[in-house]
């Protein structure tokens, strides 16, 4: 059984339940990350990591985006937002003291239930680590449950690593591995270049023992779950977390359809043996 039980839906899933922005930090000249509180408290449902919620910035429109946050502090939540489009650049420019939206959590999450004893590897790309990041902290939290945790991160260039000093912090913690690299790093740059999957050679790898989670660019995706593959690592043994454009959130209005799947209810996180042959089809 997946460690991700859906949360208990709300009486009403569509209506989003008023928050207060406490506090917004820049991670990097487009991405912030959101620390919010209901206005409520009876309105807290605990989330598991990789679930997400629809955020509305009111006036301007309502988008998913994932927690990113760590599930052991649940009065707060965190989500760490990529400026990209109208909305969620409304919601980085969110003032602290000002009402934000939140509808959820939603979807499954990463497989920590079935990660139990075995090795975790994070594979991210760009904003990716952000999802990944309350799996980072669940494993960090109950170290002795999990076996190795191995954090392989690239992003285009070093101004847009996430979470630098927690980077830099969990490499000094027992049995684990982070590495980072950048697509191009500049004359400052003194670490490694090259796509994410390059950094496999450095892992301590273990592949028959271990569990993938991969969050990214979908072709970032696609080719890390492959160079997976390629190391043994069985394809029921790594996850994705997907995206696609979303509205209800819950299943209804068929918006978020991925062949046979809706990735509002059936993911966002995918095993990869399930989704692996719809991942090369374009039309889709
Ligand atoms: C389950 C899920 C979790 C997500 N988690 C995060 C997160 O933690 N942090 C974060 O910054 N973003 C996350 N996203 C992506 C985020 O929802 C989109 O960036 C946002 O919807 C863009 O809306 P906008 O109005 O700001 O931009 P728009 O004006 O709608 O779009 C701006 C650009 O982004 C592209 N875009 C829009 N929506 C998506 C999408 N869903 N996926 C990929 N590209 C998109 C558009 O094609 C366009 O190029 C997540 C998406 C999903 C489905
Ligand atoms: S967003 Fe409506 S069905 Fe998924």
């Known amino acids: 059984m997946r460690s991700t039980e859906l949360t208990p839906a709300r009486a009403d899933p569509m209506a989003p339940v008023p928050y207060t922005v406490l506090k917004v930090s820049r991670e990097t000249p487009d991405t912030y990350t959101l620390l919010i509180q209901p206005q409520n408290s009876s309105s807290l449902e605990r989330f598991q990591p990789g679930q997400f919620s629809m955020m509305w910035s009111f006036g301007v429109g309502e ?37 934000i939206g939140v509808r959820g959590p ?63 912090a969990w490499v000094r913690q027992p049995d684990t591995q982070v590495f980072t690299t950048v697509d191009s790093g500049g004359l400052e740059w003194r670490g490694h270049v090259g796509v994410v999957t390059t950094l496999l050679r450095y892992a301590r790898l273990q592949p028959d023992r ?25 394809s029921t043994n790594i996850y994705l977390s997907m995206e696609r454009n979303m ?13 046979p799947h809706f990735i509002c209810k059936d993911g966002p996180v995918f095993p990869y043996d399930r989704i692996g042959p719809l991942l090369t089809r374009h039309e889709l």
């Open 63 to 99: 988008v998913p985006i994932s927690m990113s946050g760590d599930t052991s502090e649940p009065a707060q939540l965190v989500y760490t937002i990529r400026s990209v489009g109208q909305v969620s650049r409304a919601l980085v420019t969110t003032r602290p003291g000002a009402t």
């Open 106 to 168: 939603f979807g499954a999450g990463w497989p920590l239930a079935e990660a139990s004893g075995r090795d975790v590897i994070i594979m991210a790309g760009g904003i990716g680590l952000a999802p990944l990041r309350p799996a980072i902290y669940e494993v960090l939290r109950n170290r002795s449950k999990y076996g190795r945790l191995i954090v392989l991160y690239g992003t285009r260039h070093p101004r847009d690593l996430l979470f630098r000093k927690e980077l830099t």
């Open 210 to 234: 271990s569990i993938a989670m991969i969050c990214g660019p979908e072709i970032m995706m696609r080719f890390s779950a492959r160079e997976l593959g390629a190391h043994g690592v069985p």
């Open 247 to 259: 509205k209800c959130a819950v299943g209804f209005c068929g918006h978020c359809q991925w062949g």
